[in-house]
T-cell receptor, first 115, second 116 residues
């Protein structure tokens, strides 16, 4: 069965420090991978999505970047965190080959607090 | 730009009541609409709807899609305290790009609170 792992679960970082959140998927190959952010009072905002190694699409201009060094690994990074980067970050995957499989499966999320 | 609007933003009802949650959307080349339940962390899947007028049902939960009027409703009957959660609506639109064409746009969610 497929599983998705996301870590760390919580993170407190000072302003200006770097960030690296990691997400890995097991039990499937060539998944679509997504990073979402859920800020207080807002819905899930799509930040990045990837349909293959090295292929990243960004949805909103921001202080963050994403990379996909391996098929089932998706990394969210920042060189210098801002206070506004605080939020709940979710990684997700789904199958990209057929619209019948558009249900997305989510990791447990990372609560990031920038202080 | 794809858009998903959910209403109400929050809802407080007593246990046993029936609730209806709404989701309207504007999306390029609609493919499917999905409902998720988010309790503490990760959203969990409830329904996927692709055709108008066909009700999907799972226990006390049901959902239906109207592709002409561009909305969906999620009904929960005989609510229980375990139904308290944020309910998210997401829509998949088919877009042609160099990087593939399947991504979900989420609404802000409806926070449902069930009072015992």
């Amino acid at each position: 069965s497929q599983t998705i792992h996301q870590w760390p679960a919580t993170l407190v970082q000072p302003v200006g420090s770097p960030l690296s959140l990691e997400c890995t998927v097991e039990g499937t190959s060539n998944p679509n991978l997504y990073w979402y952010r859920q800020a207080a009072g807002r819905g899930l905002q799509l930040l990045f999505y990837s349909v293959g190694i090295g292929q990243i699409s960004s949805e909103v201009p921001q202080n963050l970047s994403a990379s996909r060094p391996q098929d089932r690994q998706f990394i969210l990074s920042s060189k210098k965190l801002l206070l506004s980067d605080s939020g709940f970050y979710l990684c997700a995957w789904n199958h990209g080959m057929s619209y019948l499989y558009t249900e997305a499966f989510f990791g447990q999320g990372t609560r990031l607090t920038v202080v | 730009e794809d858009k998903v609007v959910q209403s109400p933003l929050s809802l407080v009802v007593h246990e046993g009541d029936t609730v209806t949650l709404n989701c309207s959307y504007e999306v390029t080349n609609f493919r499917s609409l999905l409902w998720y339940k988010q309790e503490k962390k990760a959203p969990t899947f409830l329904f996927m709807l692709t055709s108008s007028g066909i009700e999907k049902k799972s226990g006390r939960l049901s959902s239906i899609l109207d592709k002409k009027e561009l909305f969906s409703i999620l009904n929960i009957t005989a609510t229980q305290t375990g139904d308290s959660a944020v309910y998210l609506c997401a829509v998949e639109g088919h877009t042609i790009s160099n990087f593939g064409n399947e991504k979900l746009t989420f609404g802000t969610g409806t926070r449902l609170t069930i009072i015992p």
